[in-house]
């Protein structure tokens, strides 16, 4: 029965406004490397964490209903890539790559049902799997071509686009013969988005003083898609400029989410008017598409015509940092938590 | 070349809040009742004038580009059911009766090719085809039957409930096996919604000082479907009522039609956690629809399974006050004009 250490990132408090470090605590836990007997768990070995706008949701008491809520002192659980330690389920075996649900501590005990899917391709780096092949990157894929419906030659516009989902709805709008513009925080993301990522255009939302012209600048004839990432000020400058019969999967709405009283949209009429499509989704609506998904992008990820940009914290002790982080846009490109340092 | 007299509603000034009654002009005009040689127009004596609210968003002076404008001191227009005077286009002749786009005036010179439909059945009244069986119609059937997308059992809220549109979303949503609830602006339209148009529940929105409250008493369950013809606040209130995968037709805004600034949404995240289809629509996007819809609303008429509601005003003189009305929810019912005092 070999007890080890076991750290972890629990919650101290449910959060109200903006998430602080001090909302969560680093723990030195045990656990047990022994399965009991005939259980069908499995103990996982924690590799990567990943780090999404969601989890804010989590951290809220009772506020988000259909999205649960985390118990007090406990973990923070998310996606991760984990290692197979031992399983009571013949599906999967010790060493076994694996990503799904996991916890926010070294090793954990989860249901063997719980794991998502497991890892095949190992000849890409196992982060990915939090990201690109992993929820972020199925959100991308799933979101933008069966809500988009992109077609070639249309108008894209893009808001956090240097994030862990919105640099890919970039590249496959790029892919699908669409003209694409991007918004990010920083003269580095949008650096990015345009010298890496292959945007036609980009643009700092920060200095952009009247967004509604910004958007008249880069789309003189309108916007037939626009993925929704942040919500607020940005969705209700981006409506008086969708085109006919224009789509808006919104997959985020990461401005308003530590807001205690949202921002109002005002300018919802247009949906009449331009007879526009605006339609929510979460990765689960998509997880019945990966192995098509995987079909698509790992080709692209081997001949570096998609890319993807990672920001990696090292440790668990920098997991609540890099999580705030997400909120004033400290990282760039999609958040990682390298849970065992190399 | 018989020239008569030619009563007309025009437009005085551009529209900004709330319109009045002053802001049209009843005139007395002329006009010649015989077609120029070789002309392919229609000479048309216009009978029911439809006043419906889309009509505001022509009166502002370049709001709506979608829409258009009206000219300044000519006649307004809309839709209307007119008998043929005299026809260029030999697909029309003497006698004919048609809907479709026509002028807030007695006689109409328009082109042809403007006509809409023929009126093929008159055993029901003429009136019907500013309503139920015209524009409104065909917009309640298309936006509910092709973006409601109603299945038996589903809660359907619906709002502006007795008017041109609602009353008939309500009772197609009966006719699907839907519970169905209202809301609307007086004690008089609530009872009709229970007792004449077969509503489950109604409520005068008015009464109510919290709307969400509200929502959760008549759908402790949540809402599949949420027709909707107001915005604002209303649409503010039924997001978090919203059930998983739910939709939301966007036929109108009524409430923020008047509003130099629209009231703002703030509950728009519930598009994601619920992952609900948000669509706006005109009718324009069903005409394709109209015969198949005539198919199915004729025997409901004629059987009685469907009644429509409607509050005619007589003569052009009250054309305005009723158009204004409109906006103070005066009307009970679909508002039309009589054009021919009978």
């Known amino acids: 029965m070999a007890e080890v250490k076991n750290k972890q990132v629990i919650l101290k408090n449910y959060v109200v406004c903006f998430p602080k470090e001090s909302d969560m605590n680093i723990v030195e836990g045990t656990i047990t490397l022994k399965l009991p007997e005939g259980s069908s768990d499995v103990l996982l070995k924690n590799l990567y964490l990943s780090c999404d706008p969601y989890l804010r ?20 659980a998310g996606n991760g890539v984990s290692q197979v330690v031992e399983s009571g389920n013949p599906d999967y075996k010790k060493g ?4 799904g649900p996991t916890k926010w501590e070294e090793y954990s005990l989860i249901p063997s049902s719980q794991i998502r899917f497991k890892i095949e391709h190992t000849d890409v780096p196992l982060s990915y799997y939090t990201g690109i092949l992993g929820m972020p990157g199925l959100t991308a894929y799933g979101g933008f071509f069966e809500f988009g419906s992109p077609k070639r030659g249309e108008n894209v516009f893009v808001s956090a686009a240097s994030g862990a989902v919105g640099q890919l709805v970039g590249q496959f709008a790029k892919l699908s013969g669409c003209y694409v513009v991007g918004s990010a925080g920083s003269k580095e993301k949008v650096d990015l988005l345009k010298n890496k990522l292959g945007f036609d255009e980009a643009f700092n939302y920060k200095e952009e003083s009247d967004l509604n012209a910004t958007l008249k600048r880069y789309f003189p004839e309108g916007i037939d898609i626009y993925f929704e990432n942040v919500g607020g000020k940005t969705l209700d400058a981006v409506l008086p400029n969708m085109r006919l019969h224009g789509r808006i999967p919104v997959c985020g709405m990461i401005s308003q989410y530590n807001l205690a009283e949202p921002e ?25 598409l990966y192995p098509k998904f995987l079909e698509f992008v790992l080709p692209h990820i081997r001949e570096g015509k998609v890319v993807y940009v ?5 440790g668990l002790e920098n997991g609540p940092a890099a999580l705030v982080g997400l909120f004033s846009g400290r990282n760039v490109g999609k958040q990682v938590i390298s849970v065992v340092r190399e």
């Open 57 to 76: 949701l989590l951290m809220a008491k009772n506020r988000y209903v259909g999205f649960g809520t985390y118990t007090l002192h406990s973990p923070l």
């Open 96 to 99: 076994d790559l694996v990503w």
């Open 264 to 288: 109002g949209v005002t300018n919802l009429a247009h949906l009449i008017f331009k007879r526009i499509k605006m339609e929510g989704f979460i990765v689960n609506d998509f997880y019945h």
């Open 310 to 314: 990672e920001d990696i914290a090292e």
